[in-house]
């Protein structure tokens, strides 16, 4: 399984970025799918995920300025950035919960990160 993120770049403060992970392989089901992010100097931290079953959790800084979505049919999620502040600024990673393989063996995968860049 290979999680493909993609949709990083340079925005100025108050502008919007879409992020985009699109997962590949032999994919039997997923767990859940979400974005974390590192900025220099801190630790990974989490921004937003969805179960299988739509659920969304958000991290605090980010509710009401970011959306996490899905589409099944494309194994893709996707997370709508708006009103980017400077700390947002970070590498932010695709993360997915797989059954995957012939047994539907779980496994958590990560993607290569993309970095987002919020400056004026």
């Known amino acids: 399984v290979q999680l493909q993120a993609s949709g990083g770049g340079l925005v100025q403060p108050g502008g919007s970025l879409r992020l985009s992970c699109a997962a590949s392989g032999s994919i039997f089901s997923f767990n859940h799918m979400g974005w974390y992010r590192q900025a220099p100097g801190k630790l990974r931290e989490l921004v937003a995920a969805?179960?299988?079953?739509?659920?969304?959790n958000y991290a605090g800084s980010v509710k009401g300025r970011f959306t996490i979505s899905r589409d099944n049919a494309k194994n893709t999620v996707y997370v709508q950035m708006n009103s980017l502040k400077p700390e947002d600024t970070a590498v932010y990673y695709c993360?997915?919960?797989?059954?995957?393989?012939?047994?539907?063996?779980?496994?958590?995968?990560w993607g290569q990160g993309t970095l987002v860049t919020v400056s004026s």
């Open positions: 993360n997915a919960g797989v059954y995957s393989g012939t047994y539907g063996t779980y496994d958590d995968y």
């Open positions: 969805i179960t299988s079953g739509g659920v969304t």
